[in-house]
């Protein structure tokens, strides 16, 4: 089973059913899958915008404004359970890969709980942890180890809390980002890296046949494009923004492109520090292709940009392309399209997981 496929639920009952909330910088995204079919079902979407700093890079600044956007978001989906499961990011959150001599598995939590103190950069009773073995051999256990500081954790929970509901599932947001591809694309056999691109965090994710081999968070998102475009033609960030989208009149293509490219050129810089460090620690396989998730994933020419920079095909997400979307959804599916990506992950949180454990 794979990695992308383990639940982390931090110390909670597992829920009958629940729905997927993406809190994001930008925006908070409530997505409900119906899962009781044959295929999976598009029960219920809401996304609200969040004001611009209401949570920036993983850290939320007013809670008061985010707990409002959860309520608005889940009140216009019409989704009628409480249960949620939600996602987080950042610096906070750290992943790794483990190896430890094998253990019976009653000895596993304590044998992992010991190797955890010496490998996280967080003092050991401020984490929660979960793990997952990937495999074993010559009496070694491969593992790949979650830290999450709790004060992360209880941040979002308690905004979720707030806003009337109960944070049933804490996920990984790059898990979700993997979930989502697994059930999409099922068929994709190739190291792949899934990169979200939001407005203020990317989340990357190599892939390999359901197998997450590598997560990593980097703060750089599409705001920076907004930020730049803002500083250097002097006008406000709101503007900047709509310049950006090609909403706003009265700024030529020809002056917004070399901003767009010096920002993509700083994007493809993290973009290859993270895959220079998946390399230095695991496979010796090339990247075979990239999806482009995340509302940054629909700037124009990005797509191109970073084809062309390293070398393999890009392509952008499609969150929806194995699930089932009634006309009602249709307009808001394709208007959200590639940044819905976690949310739906998120939304495949349903009791069967716990089976496939
Ligand atoms: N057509 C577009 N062209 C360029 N950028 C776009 C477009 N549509 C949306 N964006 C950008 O996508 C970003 C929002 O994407 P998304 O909804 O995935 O972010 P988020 O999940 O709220 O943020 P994060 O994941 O960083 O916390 C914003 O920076 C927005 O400007
Ligand atoms: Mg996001």
Redesign the pocket.
Known sequence: MAVGDFLHRFGVKKPPDCFGL?I????VKAVQLDRTGPAVSLKALGVVELPPGA?SEGTIHDLAAVVDAIQHAVSKAGIKTTDAAIGICGRELMIKKLQIPEVPARELPEAVHLEAEHQIPFAIDEVFLDYHVLGQQDRVLELALVAAKKTKVTEYANAVQEAGLSPVVVDVDGFALGNQFEMNAPEETGLVALV?I????MKINVVRGGTTLFVRDVPF???RY?ETIAARLKIPFAQA?AA??GREGGFALEALAPVRDAVSRELALELQRAFDYFASTAATEQISKMVLA???S???GLREYLGSTFGVPVEVVKPFEHVQVAPEHAQEVAAAGP?LA?AVGLGLRQPGDSAKR
């Open positions: 993406d994001g910088s930008s925006a949570i979200d939001g407005a203020t965090m998102g599409g705001n907004t923004e950006k989208l995340g509302g940054t629909k700037l124009v940044s976690v």
